[in-house]
């Protein structure tokens, strides 16, 4: 053995150590992977020995190569080794490796729960240390669960290097596994008055992100915090406690108050000054200063000084604070104005790009043509496409936000959207063409000036299109050739534009422009066509046919479908007009009543506009409101998925008459009561031909102060120009007016003062057209929400119903049952959407449905009509004694049921769970009635002592039947089975846990025997995991182990075994009884197959 | 804090410590994105950057860019204070740094980090019982070293 030792000694000299690896890979640098490759067969070898040293070695290595990018993960094994070797050396190698080479896939993850635990309880800091800082990195949710109690144990340790340690994995603990944190909170807790000042810091840290996601559950900490805010001296601790004030106040309003108080101490205090900072340096001041503006955001003002700060940092940081404050305080960033937009000059993009998205917020009618015209000039001088393209999608932006709300002056804007085509290499194109139709269609004003500017870029488009096709620009010339047609009356030079259409090069252009062009060729030669007809020269309209019948074949020719359809569709239509122009036929007239009318874009919202006929009170229903209204975002769905499938499956039409006849019915039925759904009858479209045509829409007519007549391309500057002057002449003019005023009223006190910032003297030139405005709604004019559902806990339950929905499916065959289970879903969902109703929480934490008895004798009612009663019995996760029995009532009989009164006798073991100040024999009243046919659910909590036994309660449930001319008062009896399986809940487990778990001799054994089993073995796996809940843990060829636990922790494992029809089952479980009366309910499960 | 990262003016990797679990592959391609993405940067421009659904600051010491990811509510400016710290106990305990001290000490830089940060919070704000630390448990590694040096010899 010692002569081992020597010789593994003596080899290890002529290994290669970490250095000498490092030195190695730095001297091959044109054969680095082969060197590479080379040494990691040597380290194979390495591992490979007993020794070690040689092996933490090898692992050191391993380590490093690692983070050059190599695949180490089959060496996980070597590194738990080298983890548990006693010596600290090697531990700590070992533990780096794990923790940069594990994660939660890696299965030997599993083998080191024990090591783990032995170094956490080491007398050795060091050892507890390394261990704590290796768990922080690869910690799973089961080494959290295993070892949640070690590490919290290792809170209250004497040493704060440890304690310090376990409060900040115990973060990462929570994380993992929630479950632990509710145990661990009152030390925590503690911990935040640590005498340390580590372990405080580090428990403020793990609290602050802890209530990042959940703020409400820390508010009662509010307090100690605020003491440890006011007396730390730590900016590091100080910063989270703001963050977490921050995270407070907006569910505590006193707290603003102090936290806002607090941190313009700050302000004032020390931290301003440098000088006075003795344990911190300014940096470190400064992000305090940043927290504190996060906090309170009326800092404006101390931002400026950090924006003017010549340090880059801390500009950056200004300019995000600022866009924070934007949004909720404007008028206090925008006298900024002249600060952001010098940033817009900064070297430094992210900077840019900020101030850009604080001008967003910054614009006026006051200031747009002035910023936009710093933009354009920042778009010449931009290097970069993707700079200058952002800068382009924020002129835009700015410009048409909120419907053009600061634009004064359309062609202004016409004019920078031509010059923005400008751009070489945009990918942005068709954001300018959509702006240039959006401007066209909406202000009617403009378009006579549009036009001439549309023309002008098609005659120019060679420029536009230049060499590449790829060219994202030549987009604008689709909206060109659209606009051109769409209103050619306003064109000076039709006959010019038309042949700029149908030029060659066209051809080249993408298919969908092509199409467009081809299109509004057509329209243009209408337009000619009439100019020409009026003189007496017919040749002129007739050389214009020819030119149409000229070029258009080249388009017919087109690969695009699109083009070659218009095309040849337009071709033979020129044909014929020629045929007719030959014969002296005025066509002019019928060529323009193709294109006669104008192109209206309609709003989504436009219906608003249609007024409501008189007597029809939307708002009122239409029947008595079913007590289960369906969901009306699902309802649109299941009806298109119902006639999809009626197509497709051919199951479906397997559904006899009256069946079908039902779902006719019960459709109508919904539609009737959905008030978001258009009904089919005459009446509704009588509505709409009554309603006033568009043309009954008011359409504000604008009077132009501005001269339209601009020749050839604008220069927007122009405008900006000619703004001033009106501005000047409107100031002017009110000048006098006033003057004028005063004289008359003397010394009347009218001075209303025209200085820059109000905004209302400011008149635009032109307006958008109101009437195909989305404008955002109002609060007041939303549309009603009706309060008793909340749509969160719809969302939440159509999550869960979709999980349950495949598990029922198995459950239930038949196509009838399946309707039965739609029903019954759509009923759980309403009745959770009531908000009030207690049994929402339990239905939202659980995804296990326990037992389901649907039709089964146990508890089916005595007497058939009018009733049936379907229930789910389940067992609660969060408290061990309580079971939720969701019942399901379907009402059979054609009268209206109401006033149901549910009850049971409670047993010495289980009582249903009543309302405080009920007595023990009051009955429940279930918060529903039921109309003829309909079923819905109500969910019942009762508490039970003992699990051990199943047991069967008796229950009654009273309610008034009503017909049309009486009502009657009946009386149901029911049992409720609680079986000792639905109290067993499936919980996964490993099979070192499993095999730990028999180990450790604290269960007794029972057994059974079925016979006459006919199914193949993972059938009967599947029905014993369906029907009872268990779990497989493990299974070899014909024999299995199972696992499950109960709602109060007993363990039950089985063992599964079949030999051709005799199945045997050997369990154990820590309550004897428990395991008896689960085993007699799998063997009638199997007794009744 | 998501992670950190330490990389030459080469787009070289020195150091990683990733703080919440993420495959293998990925981690590759988002340092290899990262890299590019500092390194294009000019020296007067600004320590941060937005990155997919992260902030990236990050910080250029001699050679070396420390680069550390954290999430959107976090404070820049106080992780741009860890990125210091970090280094001036680099420099504490090495005696004035330099990148070849990481690079054939790489375990010993990680044992640093791992006592200044642990699953991406700071730990402690003293340097001086950071340095404590690792000194002592350096000083624990040494004494048991030393019998198996002098079997070596």
């Known amino acids: 053995m010692a002569l081992k030792i020597v010789k593994g000694s003596i080899d290890r000299m002529f290994d290669k150590n970490l250095q000498d690896l490092v030195r190695g890979i730095r001297n091959h640098k044109e054969d680095e992977a082969k060197y590479i490759s080379t040494c990691i067969d040597e380290i194979k070898q390495e591992l490979k020995q007993d020794n070690i040293a040689v092996k933490a070695n090898a692992v050191c290595k391993l380590t490093y190569l690692q983070m050059l990018g190599y695949d180490v993960s089959w060496a996980a094994f070597n590194i738990v080794e080298v983890m548990s070797s006693s010596k600290f050396t090697y531990k700590r190698i070992g533990y780096l490796a794990a923790s940069q080479c594990f994660h939660e896939s890696t299965d030997v993850i599993m083998l080191t729960t024990n090591q783990i635990r032995k170094d956490l309880s080491s007398p050795n800091q060091y050892d507890t240390g390394v261990a704590l800082t290796g768990l922080s990195c690869f910690v799973t949710p089961d080494l959290a669960r295993d070892l949640a109690n070690d590490i919290m144990t290792l809170m209250s340790h004497t040493k704060p290097y440890i304690r310090k340690k376990a409060v900040l994995i115990m973060y990462k603990v929570f994380l993992k596994y929630p479950e632990s944190l509710r145990p661990a909170f009152p030390r925590l807790k503690e911990k935040l008055e640590d005498p340390d000042p580590g372990v405080q810091s580090a428990a403020v840290n793990v609290i602050c992100e802890l209530a990042r996601r959940n ?13 440890l805010m006011t007396s730390s001296t730590n900016n590091w601790v100080l910063i989270k406690i703001i963050k977490l004030f921050g995270a407070l106040t907006p569910l505590e309003p006193r707290l603003c ?8 101490l700050f302000f004032l205090s020390p931290w301003l000054s440098p000088s006075s900072l003795s344990t911190s340096n300014s940096t470190s001041a400064m992000s305090l200063l940043y927290e504190c503006v996060n906090t309170v955001i009326l800092c404006v003002q101390k931002l400026r000084i950090l924006i003017e700060d010549s340090d880059q940092n801390l500009k950056y940081l200004g300019l995000l604070a600022m866009s924070k404050i934007l949004k909720t305080h404007p008028k206090s960033v925008q006298s900024h104005k002249d600060l952001i937009l010098q940033c817009l000059d900064d070297k430094d993009e992210s900077i840019r790009l900020r101030a850009l998205d604080l001008l967003y917020g910054m614009v006026s009618k006051k200031n747009l043509m002035e910023i936009v015209k710093k933009l354009m000039l920042h778009v010449d001088k931009a290097e970069g496409t993707t700079y200058r393209d952002e800068l382009l999608t924020k002129i835009i932006d700015i410009c048409s936000q909120s419907n053009y709300q600061y634009i004064t002056n359309f062609e202004w804007y016409i004019s920078i959207l031509v010059e923005l085509t400008r751009l070489e290499g945009t990918r942005h194109g068709h954001l300018i063409a959509s702006q240039m139709l959006d401007v066209a269609i909406r202000v009617k004003a403009i378009r006579e000036f549009a036009v001439a500017q549309m023309a002008t870029l098609l005659d120019n488009a060679h420029l536009l ?16 050739a659209w606009i051109c047609g769409e209103f050619s009356e306003h064109l000076e030079n039709p006959m010019q534009t038309l042949e700029a259409m149908l030029r060659p090069k066209v051809a080249t252009l993408p298919g969908h422009i092509q199409a467009v062009y081809v299109q509004n060729a057509a329209k243009l030669f209408a337009t000619v066509l009439r100019s020409q007809e009026g003189n007496t020269d017919r040749t002129a309209a007739q050389e214009t046919s020819q030119l149409m019948i000229d070029r258009l074949p080249l388009f017919v020719q087109s690969a695009n479908l699109e083009v070659q359809e218009r095309a040849s569709c337009i071709l033979q239509l020129v044909k014929y007009i020629q045929k007719l122009q030959q014969k002296d036929v005025e066509v002019a007239e019928e060529v323009n009543a193709l294109f006669a009318g104008e192109l209206n874009p309609v709003a989504p919202k436009a219906q608003k506009k249609v007024p409501v006929p008189e007597g029809l009170d939307l ?19 299941t009806m298109f998925t119902r006639e999809e499938t009626k197509h497709s499956r051919p199951r479906h039409t397997e559904v006899d008459e009256k069946e079908l006849a039902k779902r006719r019915e019960v459709r109508k039925q919904e539609q009737a009561s959905n008030p978001f759904y258009i009904k089919s009858s005459p009446s509704s479209q009588k509505v709409y031909q009554e309603a006033p045509g568009v043309d009954h829409i008011p359409v504000v007519q604008i009077d132009l102060s ?19 002057e009106r501005r000047q002449k409107d100031r002017a003019d009110k000048k006098k007016k006033e003057k004028k005023k005063r004289k008359e009223k003397g010394g009347r006190r009218g001075k209303r003062d025209s200085g820059p910032e109000s905004e209302e003297d400011i008149t635009p030139a032109h307006m958008v057209d109101i009437v195909t405005e989305e404008i955002p709604l109002a609060d007041s004019e939303k549309l009603p929400v009706r309060s008793h559902r909340s749509s969160e806990a719809l969302k939440t339950m159509a999550e869960e119903v979709e999980v349950v929905a495949p598990q029922e499916a198995k459950k239930k065959g038949g196509k009838e049952k399946k309707e039965k289970k739609k029903d019954k879903e759509k009923d759980r969902k309403v009745s959770n959407g009531l908000v009030n109703s207690p049994s929402v929480c339990y239905s939202l934490r659980l995804s296990h449905i326990h037992q389901t008895i649907s039709d089964a004798p146990t508890c089916s009612l005595a007497s058939p009509p009018p009733f049936r009663q379907v229930c789910d019995i389940q067992g609660n996760l969060q408290d061990g004694s309580q079971v939720v029995v969701s019942l399901i009532f379907e009402n059979k009989c054609d009268s209206f049921l109401k006033a149901m009164e549910f009850n049971v006798l409670d047993s010495l073991n289980s009582r249903l769970q009543r309302p405080d100040g009920a007595g023990p024999h009051d009955g429940l009243t279930v918060p529903f009635q039921l109309p003829p046919g309909v079923s819905n659910e109500a969910r019942f909590v009762f508490t039970v002592k003992s699990i051990v036994m199943p047991q069967k309660l008796k229950g009654t449930l009273a309610f008034i039947v009503k017909n049309e001319d009486s009502s009657t008062h009946e009386k149901l009896d029911f049992k409720l089975h609680f079986t000792c399986t639905s109290y067993l809940i499936t919980t996964p487990c490993y099979s070192d846990a499993f095999a730990k778990l028999l180990e450790s001799g604290d269960l007794k054994a029972s057994s059974v025997k079925l016979e006459g089993v006919v199914m193949p073995f993972p059938h009967l796996l599947a029905r014993i995991c369906f029907h009872h809940h268990f779990s497989v843990v493990e299974r070899i060829d014909s024999c299995a182990s199972m696992y499950s636990r109960s709602i109060q922790g007993h363990h039950v494992c089985l063992l599964v075994k079949t030999v051709s029809i005799t199945v045997s089952i050997d369990a154990k479980c820590d309550e004897p009884s428990l395991l008896s009366n689960v085993l007699d309910e799998i063997k009638l499960t199997f007794s009744q197959c | 804090m998501r992670f950190m990262l330490l990389f030459s003016r080469q787009g070289k990797l020195r150091l990683q410590k990733w703080y919440t679990a993420t495959a293998e592959r990925d981690k590759k391609k988002m340092v290899r994105e990262l890299m590019q993405v500092v390194l294009a940067r000019k020296p007067k421009m600004c320590s941060f950057l937005e990155w997919r659904d992260l902030k990236i600051v990050y910080k250029r010491y001699a050679s070396l860019y420390f680069c550390c990811a954290v999430e959107e509510q976090d404070n820049e400016l106080i992780t741009l204070e860890v990125i210091h710290r970090f280094v001036e106990l680099l420099d504490k305990y090495f005696g004035s740094v330099c990148e070849l001290d990481i690079i054939f000490n790489f375990e010993k830089a990680y044992f640093i980090l791992d006592e200044f940060l642990m699953g991406g919070e700071i730990q402690d704000t003293s340097k001086k019982s950071v340095l404590k630390a690792i000194e002592q448990a350096d000083l624990l590694q040494e004494v048991r070293k030393l019998p198996h040096n002098m079997l070596c010899f």
């Open chain 1, 257 to 264: 108050h102090s936290t806002s108080q607090m941190s313009f």
């Open chain 1, 706 to 724: 501005v001269p339209l007549k601009v020749p050839g391309l604008p220069m927007s500057d122009q405008y900006v120009k000619l703004e001033e």
């Open chain 1, 465 to 480: 299109t230049g060499n590449t096709q790829r060219n994202g620009i030549c987009e604008v010339l689709y909206a060109a």
């Open chain 1, 619 to 637: 708002d009122a229903w239409i029947n008595e409101p079913p007590s289960e209204s369906e969901s009306e975002d699902e309802k649109p769905r």
């Open chain 1, 215 to 227: 703020p409400k559950n820390y508010l009662s900490l509010a307090p100690l915090f605020f003491k």
